[in-house]
């Protein structure tokens, strides 16, 4: 079994979780006398970004997905949300024997948090470019000045993690999105 095959299941539920970035957003938008349609709801949605915590069994502890628009807050990304919701249901900040799986390269903010929290293993799907601080960019996870070092495995399920974002910012820059 590849290291690929073995999160594919995992990545695809944090998938499941970035589509509801987009869900969150139609919810908050629909409602007696709104109305709008699908390019309305992405262009004031998040980025479609989705997490699972999974537990020392590979069970899921937790979901998260992007909710800083619909919530105004800068450190709702879907990192942080799966994690303090794993937290939350394990009773303990320490998550040394649990996994956290994203469908994008977590931003440094997100990777520092997953150290802050011990979290023993990161796995992604698609590399951040721009921001990625777990091994693209940054290398946050590696960086022999902190204390907990969690393995790494990024580019699971690339293709598809990909895609959904390059969706979604072509709908951004569509001129029939605003």
Do not use: Y
């Amino acid at each position: 079994m590849t290291s690929s095959t073995r999160w594919d299941a995992a990545i695809n539920a944090a998938l499941v979780e970035a589509r509801e970035t987009l869900a969150s957003v139609a919810g908050v938008l629909s409602g007696p006398g709104v109305r709008t349609g699908h390019a309305d709801v992405q262009s004031r949605s998040d980025i479609p970004i989705g997490a699972v915590m999974l537990g020392p069994a590979g069970e899921v502890l937790s979901r998260g997905h992007n909710e800083r628009e619909v919530n105004g807050d800068p450190m709702a990304h879907a990192e942080v949300i799966a994690m303090r919701r794993a937290c939350a249901h394990r009773g303990t900040w320490n998550l040394s024997d649990c996994t956290l799986v994203v469908t994008l390269e977590p931003c440094p903010m997100c990777a520092g948090a997953a150290v802050m929290a011990h979290v023993g293993r990161i796995v992604f799907g698609a590399w951040d470019v721009k921001l990625g601080a777990c091994g693209s960019v940054w290398d946050i996870p590696r960086d022999p000045h902190v204390g907990a070092h969690p393995e790494v495995i990024g580019g699971v399920e690339e293709d598809a993690c990909r895609e959904l974002l390059k969706e979604f910012f072509a709908a951004q820059r569509s001129p029939f999105t605003r």
